[in-house]
């Protein structure tokens, strides 16, 4: 199993910026692939940004240009840097991981941006 724990949410002013970080533990070996997804209130889980094991990356297009994935493979660590917050950014943040035809997700951890 992998376990997953976010961490760096918190509530931020519009325009400002926020770094989350995601630490995998467990059975860590061969994850494929990590990745952040968001959920605002009555909204559908969405994509914001993946990388995988070669260090390619993926953004959702809402978020291209003001946001960067980063992983530090030595501590199992995936960031999101966030730049450039709207208000829309609001939502549950959770970090994916994929390791051998299985998902696994970590509790997640609020952003809040004012407007």
């Known amino acids: 199993q992998v376990q997953l724990v976010e961490s760096g949410g918190g509530l931020v002013q519009a325009g400002g910026s926020l770094r989350l970080s995601c630490a995998a533990s467990?059975?860590?070996?061969?994850?494929?692939?990590m990745g952040w997804y968001r959920q605002a209130p009555g909204k559908q889980r969405e994509l914001v940004a993946t990388?995988?094991?070669?260090?390619?990356?993926n953004y959702a297009d809402s978020v291209k240009g003001r946001f960067t994935i980063s992983r530090d493979s030595g501590k199992n660590t995936v960031y999101l840097q966030m730049n450039a917050l709207k208000h829309e950014d609001t939502a549950v943040y959770y970090c994916?991981?994929?390791?051998?035809?299985?998902?696994?997700w970590g509790q997640g951890t609020q952003v809040t941006v004012s407007s």
């Open positions: 994916n991981a994929w390791r051998k035809g299985n998902t696994y």
């Open positions: 467990g059975i860590i070996a061969s994850i494929n692939a």
């Open positions: 990388i995988i094991s070669g260090d390619s990356t």
